[in-house]
């Protein structure tokens, strides 16, 4: 199945230098790309045995970076005890995203979204593994979630906005 991945030239080197690649939307792999979104252990082995892509996100059980990190180790672990090579697979991480107009209103949106989260009593804060920031400094941000993560890509979902912001997001990342 790894055979109709995305080409080398298409992926990022493994190096932890690399610049991951950052997609808005559903990214576009191809029709033979076999996409998983593993949700355990289990779902991981499977993932490694059969996935060339592995589409990982926050939530109740990945509540922060360093959580993430620890679940694209255990990809990584999983890849290896399957023989696969770890280039063959691309790992990208769902983020989502809030674009501001400066870094003030940046920070009072990024307020708003930890007060929501208080009021909502969940037992993880979203609002910590989502990036709001400014246009100039979205790339640099995304970048270095990524990069502490240990994923090869980001796929940006706008949290706001619509269709008007994916195309600033695109424009953006290209």
């Known amino acids: 199945m790894g055979t109709s991945a995305p080409t080398v030239a298409d992926r990022p080197a493994p190096d932890a ?51 993430l990190a620890r679940v694209a180790a255990l990809v990584e672990d999983a890849l290896a005890e399957v023989g696969r090579d770890r280039s063959a697979v691309r790992v990208l991480l769902d983020l989502e ?23 909502a009593g ?10 709001v920031t400014t246009a100039d400094r979205l790339v640099a941000e995304v970048g ?5 993560a240990g994923v090869d890509g980001v796929v940006l979902h ?10 600033e997001l695109r424009a953006l990342v290209a």
Do not use: C, N, Q
């Open 122 to 131: 969940l037992s993880w804060a979203p609002a910590d593994t989502r990036v």
């Open 158 to 167: 706008p949290l706001a906005g619509g269709a008007e912001v994916e195309a």
């Open 144 to 148: 270095e979630v990524a990069r502490r």
């Open 17 to 67: 230098e690399r610049t991951p690649v950052v997609h808005v939307g559903a990214p576009a792999y191809g029709v033979r790309t076999v996409e998983a979104r593993p949700e355990s252990e289990s779902g991981i082995a499977v993932a490694a045995r059969t996935a060339d892509v592995i589409r990982l996100g926050f939530s109740v059980a990945v509540p922060s970076v360093g959580a």
């Open 97 to 119: 995203v809030v674009l501001a107009g400066d870094e003030r209103t940046a920070r009072r949106k990024r307020s708003h979204l930890e007060y929501l989260d208080a009021l």
